[in-house]
C-alpha cells in the first residue's frame, strides 16, 4: 500500500491551570494513504472554523481514521466504523464547496 509519512509532533506548552511547561514533548512517524497537510488546507477553505480548530480536527481524524481501517478486523474498530463512515459523509457534505464528486480527497 502506497502511503505519506508524516512526523507527528505534539509539544506541552501549559498545564490545565495555564502555567507554562517546558520539556514535555511526544515524537511519533505515522503513515497515511492520503495528503493530510493538502486535506487540511481544502477543509480550512470550507469549514467555518479557526485554522487551528480545523487542524485539529483534520489531523486527528485522518489518523485515528487510518487505523481504524488497518485494524479493521479488530473487534475494538467495529463499533465506531459505521459511526465514523457517517461522519466523514456529514462532514464532506457540509465542506462541500464544491460538487459531490470532486471531495474524494477531502477525508
Given amino acids: 500500500m502506497n502511503s505519506y509519512r508524516y512526523k507527528i509532533t505534539v509539544e506541552a506548552l501549559t498545564g490545565a491551570k495555564g502555567e507554562p511547561v517546558e ?3 511526544l515524537s511519533f512517524e505515522a503513515a497515511n ?3 493530510i497537510l493538502g ?3 481544502r477543509m480550512r ?3 467555518p472554523f479557526d485554522g487551528d480548530t480545523v487542524a485539529s480536527l483534520g489531523i486527528g481524524l ?3 481514521s487510518e487505523v481504524a481501517l488497518i485494524q479493521r478486523n479488530d473487534p475494538m474498530f467495529e463499533m465506531i466504523r459505521p459511526a465514523l463512515g457517517e461522519f466523514v459523509r456529514a462532514l464532506k457534505q457540509k465542506s462541500a464547496a464544491e460538487p459531490p464528486a470532486s471531495l474524494g ?3
Fill in 23 to 25: 520539556g514535555q514533548i
Fill in 33 to 35: 494513504h492520503d495528503d
Fill in 45 to 47: 477553505a470550507r469549514l
Fill in 39 to 41: 486535506i487540511v488546507e
Fill in 62 to 64: 485522518k489518523l485515528f
Fill in 105 to 107: 480527497g477531502l477525508l
